[in-house]
C-alpha cells in the first residue's frame, strides 16, 4: 500500500485562481513529520513546509497555506491566486518515527499548469 | 543561503560501465541520502549515511551500489556495474534533523 497518495495526477488552473493539492498519508506510527516539496521544470526539488504530527496548526506563507487534518490522514496545500511561476510538480512525503535521519516515502506528484 | 551541490548535472555511461556520482551535502549537517526519480515517476528512496555507516537502505540499493564518504566534505554513490535501468535523476540530500534539502540533481543515462 502507498503510504503517500496523491490522486492528483494533473490539474491545470488560470492564473489568479486558488487550487489545492491533495495529499493522503498512511502510517500506524503516532511520530511522523509530512512535508511539501517544489519540482520546477528545472529538476530540483525544493522544500516547502514542514509539519509534525503533533502539530495540527494550519499554517499561511504569503499565498500559500496548508491544512493538516489527522483525523482523515490528509495534508492539503492551497496556493491562493494562483501565479504562472507555480507551474511545477508537487509532490507530498512523509517521514515516520521520531528518530531523525529517517527516509522520506514521496507520493507520485501533481503536476500544476497556470495557464496565462 | 547554504545548498547541496552535485557533480556532475548530466553522466552518459555505457551499460555495464561503472559510475560515481559526487555530492557536496551542507556543511553541519549530519544525515545523507540518496534518492532516484525515473522519468516522469516518484522520487525514491536509495540509502541513508550518518557517522560514516549506511542508517538504512531500500530494496533497490542491491549489490552494484555503495556509498562513501571519503573526506569531511563529500558523499558519494556509486553503481558498479551500470544497466538500461539504471538511467534516471539521482538526488543527495542532507539534513541536520527532520528536513532534508536536496541538491539539484545529477541526471544518468545509461546507454
Known amino acids: 500500500a502507498q503510504k503517500v497518495t496523491q490522486a492528483q495526477t494533473e490539474i491545470s488552473v488560470v492564473e489568479k485562481e486558488d487550487v489545492t493539492l491533495d495529499c493522503v498519508y498512511e502510517?500506524?506510527?503516532?511520530?511522523?513529520?509530512l512535508f511539501w516539496y517544489k519540482q520546477p521544470p528545472s529538476g530540483e526539488l525544493v522544500f516547502l513546509i514542514r509539519?509534525?504530527?503533533?502539530?495540527?496548526q494550519n499554517e499561511i506563507s504569503g499565498r500559500y497555506s496548508w491544512n493538516f487534518q489527522k483525523s482523515t490522514s490528509s495534508f492539503n496545500f492551497t496556493i491562493t491566486a494562483s501565479q504562472v511561476v507555480d507551474s511545477a510538480v508537487y509532490f507530498c512525503?512523509?517521514?515516520?518515527?521520531?528518530?531523525?535521519?529517517?527516509?522520506?516515502?514521496f507520493g507520485t506528484g501533481t503536476s500544476l499548469t497556470v495557464i496565462p | 543561503e547554504p545548498e547541496v551541490t552535485q557533480t556532475p548535472s548530466h553522466q552518459v555511461t555505457q551499460m555495464g560501465q561503472e559510475v560515481i556520482l559526487r555530492c557536496v551535502p551542507i556543511?553541519?549537517?549530519?544525515?545523507f541520502y540518496w534518492y532516484r526519480q525515473i522519468l516522469g515517476q516518484k522520487v525514491e528512496f536509495l540509502v541513508s549515511?550518518?557517522?560514516?555507516?549506511?542508517?538504512?537502505k531500500s530494496e533497490i540499493f542491491d549489490d552494484q551500489f555503495s556509498v562513501e564518504r571519503p573526506d569531511g566534505s563529500n558523499f558519494t554513490l556509486k553503481i558498479r556495474s551500470t544497466k538500461l535501468e539504471d538511467s534516471a535523476m539521482y538526488f543527495c540530500?542532507?539534513?541536520?534533523?527532520?528536513?532534508?534539502?536536496f541538491g539539484p540533481g545529477t541526471r544518468l543515462t545509461v546507454l
Open positions: 540530500a542532507s539534513s541536520p534533523r527532520a528536513t532534508q534539502y
Open positions: 502510517t500506524r506510527d503516532t511520530t511522523y513529520y
Open positions: 509539519r509534525n504530527s503533533f502539530d495540527e
Open positions: 512525503a512523509l517521514s515516520e518515527g521520531s528518530n531523525t535521519g529517517n527516509q522520506f516515502y
Open positions: 556543511s553541519n549537517h549530519l544525515y
Open positions: 549515511f550518518y557517522n560514516n555507516e549506511i542508517s538504512e
